[in-house]
């Protein structure tokens, strides 16, 4: 019994200091200054927004710095989607960045472009110099597309970007939306290719056919004289030539 009771007695007082460097660990950090600031994840999109916004952190307290405060701070930011804050050092903070990357360029009456990204979030400006090879969305007669217009757009793109093919989907250069028939066309490197609807299910129809077709039938044509590929019927491909008053037709 004498043994046991000694056995306890040891354990409580190991625990007890255990406990009491553990507080005191606590309170040293606490009393630190915040030495350095590290943002991973941001380009030019970000980089100077984010610095600015955990700049003014620097040398202080880490007992008066909240972590959860700083991430709501950084994902206010146009640029960010999400942010992760940590301590990666005793005085040093670690900021990472998941950036809304653009998805298309919006073309505005005055010439102006903005990036769109993948949920259709009309973005403002970079603060930096940045290029992004992606498509530019405008309407058929040069007026602005609406935010509805613009995010069903967006979501045209993301399924083209999962039906087509890498290579078709990096040649398309244009999106256009005639909004009194409420119909869309994508202009790749060499034509154009009528969807028909702007509506969802009926797209995804037309990007399958766009998909088969250039697999299959392009590489026997020279498209470079096709000015038009109609795709508005349900498995059905209509070639219009340039300066030809003929059609082709046939099946996908």
């Known amino acids: 019994m004498i043994v046991e009771n000694r056995r306890s007695s040891g354990l409580v007082i190991s625990l007890l200091c255990v406990v009491f460097l553990a507080f005191m660990a606590a ?41 959860a405060h700083i991430r709501t701070c950084v ?11 940590y301590f990666s050092g005793v005085r040093e903070i670690t900021v990472q ?22 949920l259709g979030i009309v973005l403002p400006h970079a603060n930096e110099r940045t290029a992004h090879n992606v498509p ?3 309407s058929h007669d040069g007026s602005r597309l609406s935010s509805s217009d613009v995010a069903k757009i967006a979501t045209v793109l993301a399924n083209a970007s999962r039906i087509l093919d890498s290579r078709l989907y990096q040649s398309i250069s244009e999106i256009r939306v005639h909004k009194m028939r409420s119909t869309i066309a994508m202009i790749t490197d060499e034509t154009t290719w009528d969807l028909g609807s702007l509506n969802q299910e009926r797209i995804q129809t037309a990007l399958a056919d766009m998909n088969v077709f250039w697999k299959e039938a392009s590489p026997s044509i020279n498209m470079a004289t096709v000015k038009e590929v109609d795709l508005r019927w349900h498995h059905q491909v ?8 003929k059609l082709a037709g046939g099946s996908v």
């Open 97 to 118: 960045v998941d950036e809304r990357l653009p998805a298309a360029h919006l073309l505005y009456e005055d010439g102006t472009l903005r990036y769109v990204d993948r």
């Open 27 to 67: 309170q040293w950090h606490e009393r630190q200054k915040i030495s350095s600031i590290s943002v991973m994840g941001a380009t030019g999109l970000s980089r100077i927004s984010v610095q600015r916004a955990v700049d003014s952190l620097k040398y202080k307290s880490i007992k008066s710095t909240s972590l």
């Open 136 to 138: 530019i969305l405008r």
């Open 238 to 245: 209509i070639l219009r030539y340039h300066g030809q008053a």
């Open 75 to 85: 994902e206010k930011l146009p640029y960010v989607s999400n942010a992760y804050v």
